[in-house]
């Protein structure tokens, strides 16, 4: 039920957003171009301008549209937590411990949505402390060095991909790629049953 609510006013806000969005175009950006383009016979200098106008316009759309798609990248921590809730049924056993680069992309109280699960955002503890074995699962950072102390006592459950950098191909469509590298793991201690 959080969840349907939570959905719900996210898509009230993403919809007033647009509609903002829209009044500035419809009103605003209407004028300029209708202004531009009713005097764009008149000389030479209000076709040039007619063209930056609407080459400014369409770069802004195409960055605006790169820039959503690779910020989707940067927040495995929260597609990690909502990998955990639907691999792991809410009626079970967990703590899941979280550490400081999963809860700087992504991860939130919002998407804390089981009240009989113990989150635990502990930045004092190390992944060699013998405290962590204490959790059921582990939400942390997908670093070789760190996972060796988890090998013999925890599994992986998913490996989560993050923005790494942007690759420009000219002579493609389009003409960059993301590439992705592993940011985050979700591990399962091996005794855990769910």
Known sequence: MFVVQYWLVLSVTTLSKVISIHDFLHDDLSIIIFFRLNNYHKSWMYKMGSLIVIGHLMMNVAYTSMSLYVSYFNYPGGRALQKL????????????HIDVTAAQTGVSRFLELNDNWRYDKREDLKPEDPLMQNYSHVLMEADPAHLAHFAQ????????????????????????????ENKLVLLEKISHKT
């Open 153 to 180: 006592t925890h599994r992986t459950l998913a490996l989560l991909p993050g923005f790494s950098k942007l690759v420009f191909h000219f002579f493609e469509l389009p003409p960059f790629r993301i590439k992705l």
């Open 85 to 96: 809730h639907t691999i792991i049924p809410s009626s079970a056993d967990v703590s899941v």
